[in-house]
């Protein structure tokens, strides 16, 4: 089993610049691939952010480009989303997931990954 718990998230302002962390732990997942989601209140789940350790492939939702940044500390067992220029159509709650493999014509989708963190609260005042 994988265990996932993400940290960092917090009320900033519009503007403002945050760093969310995804601590894995438990069965090592060879190959890969991790992501960012989020989920607004009323609103569905939707995708964030991700990267695949085969390729170092990194995908983003245009509404994100340019502004997050995914990464990964293998040596920490860490996945990163820095957050730049925030604005208050960011706030939601950010879950980590991650798989084995995962394709890139699915990478983007829920139902890809199987291990899901709790969640993290990330709120933007304007």
């Known amino acids: 089993q994988v265990q996932l718990v993400e940290s960092g998230g917090r009320l900033v302002q519009a503007g403002d610049s945050l760093r969310l962390s995804c601590a894995t732990s438990?069965?090592?997942?060879?190959?890969?691939?991790v992501a960012w989601f989020r989920q607004a209140p009323g609103k569905e789940r939707n995708f964030v952010a991700a990267?695949?350790?085969?390729?170092?492939?990194?995908y983003y939702a245009d509404s994100v480009k340019g502004r997050f940044t995914i990464s990964r500390d293998s040596a920490n067992n860490t996945v990163y989303l820095e957050m730049n220029s925030l604005k208050p159509e960011d706030t939601a709650i950010y879950y980590c997931?991650?798989?084995?493999?995962?394709?890139?014509?699915?990478?983007?989708?829920?139902?890809?990954?199987?291990?899901w963190g709790q969640g993290t609260q990330v709120t933007v005042s304007s």
């Open positions: 990267l695949t350790e085969r390729d170092g492939a990194t």
């Open positions: 438990g069965r090592r997942i060879s190959s890969s691939a």
């Open positions: 997931a991650a798989n084995g493999p995962v394709s890139r014509l699915v990478v983007r989708m829920v139902k890809a990954y199987a291990f």
